[in-house]
């Protein structure tokens, strides 16, 4: 299971990255996906473990396909 915590906290930390690229902060993001700010937290900091359908709606509040979450080798 070690190897699926990595790839929590690379999902996590690339999101934050994205998320501040774009001037958002983690209320302001939240918001826009109608998440709340503790729930994208968790995500960033790798502690959580989105659906499918929560990272579609991550990537819409983004405004950026689903791949590019996925793009932090």
Do not use: W
Request: charged residues 20%; glycine residues 10%.
């Amino acid at each position: 299971m070690k190897n699926t915590s990595s790839i929590q906290t690379q999902f996590g930390a690339h999101l934050k990255k994205l998320r501040l690229q774009s001037g958002l902060s983690q209320e302001a993001f939240a918001d826009k996906c109608g998440l709340d700010r503790t729930y994208v937290s968790g995500i960033e900091r790798g502690v959580r473990n989105p659906t499918l359908e929560v990272i579609s709606i991550l990537a819409a509040g983004l405004g950026i396909d689903i791949s590019q979450l996925f793009e932090f080798n």
